[in-house]
């Protein structure tokens, strides 16, 4: 069965799925975009995805491509053409196609392509044992509340945590707190037992996964901080995490080498990311 991607309008063969040269996303990465979780055939989660999207559009003076009604629509379109039942939506607006300036172009219209791709379901148990982080400088722009697809700071430091036989690199501000990972966001348990995770302010991504830990969090009697934390506290923390749509919730053991607490996945952790895993499949 081919693979269907969406392009401006049209249900394209994958392989035939082209935008115009001169798009400003190609261009200026001038574009915002989402993922969504899909299980079961339904979007994980899609309300504070799409409220997310408007949100960085609007960020960027970007009109939305189509009402939010319509694009669900084309995502439930694409997902049944590609007999996705579990895997991930991708969606991406830019500003249009325009000859190449920099300044906003008086007349484009806002370009939509989406991709659905299945994934495997990961056997019961992987990644149960947690996964490594190394620690990076956070080399990235001042917006990063926004879903820009301007991440090639975030493809440097991947590919970084790669190549340290990392899963995952934890971006640190000139203060020596962490910021958010390159595609999650980060998590320490402190020695009291609170969970603490940086305040959604401009330079992290506001995930819509860790919105839904915090209300697991609150729901189930633990107590959450919203404020920084220095690599050290990380390195000392009790247990540590990272979340995100593809990533679900995973402990982190190993922190630029040296293990976090006893080097296995915190009792609180676990829970978390089974409660995360009940409300998916619940959302779905
Ligand atoms: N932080 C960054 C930089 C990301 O790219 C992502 C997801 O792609 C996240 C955090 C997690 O966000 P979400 O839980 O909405 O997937």
Not at 71 to 81: A, H, M, N, S
Not at 90 to 103: E, I, M, N
Not at 114 to 135: F, Q, S
């Amino acid at each position: 069965m081919p693979r269907i991607a969406y392009v401006n309008g049209r249900y394209l063969p994958h392989a035939h799925a082209q935008v115009h040269i001169e798009d400003r996303g190609y261009q200026f990465a001038d574009g915002v975009y989402e993922v969504i979780h899909v299980r079961d055939g339904r979007l994980i989660d899609a309300e504070p995805h799409f409220e997310r999207f408007d949100y960085s559009l609007g960020e960027l003076h970007i009109a939305p491509p189509m009402p939010r009604a319509a694009l669900r629509l084309v995502l439930g379109e694409l997902l049944q053409r590609n007999a996705v039942l579990n895997g991930l939506i991708y969606f991406q607006s830019t500003r249009g196609v325009a000859p190449r300036d920099h300044k906003f172009p008086a007349k484009a219209r806002t370009s939509l392509v989406a991709t659905a791709k299945r994934l495997r379901p990961l056997p019961a148990g992987a990644l149960d044992n947690g996964v490594a982080v190394v620690t990076i400088p956070d080399i990235r722009w001042q917006r990063c509340d926004i879903k820009s697809v301007a991440l090639v700071a975030n493809v440097l430091g991947k590919q970084q945590a790669r190549e340290a036989g990392a899963y995952e690199a934890w971006q640190v501000d000139r203060e020596g707190y962490v910021t958010e990972g390159t595609s999650t966001n980060a998590w320490i348990v402190t020695e009291d037992g609170a969970v603490v995770t940086r305040a959604a302010d401009h330079s992290i991504l506001n995930g819509v996964t860790r919105l839904a830990v915090f209300d697991i969090i609150h729901r189930e009697g633990y107590r959450l901080v919203e404020r920084p934390f220095s690599v050290a506290e990380a390195k000392a923390a009790r247990e540590a995490f990272l979340t995100s749509t593809t990533a679900d919730l995973l402990p982190v053991v190993r922190l630029d080498g040296a293990p976090v607490a006893d080097g296995k996945p915190g009792p609180l952790s676990r829970k978390l990311r089974e409660a995360y895993f009940a409300h998916a499949t619940a959302a779905a």
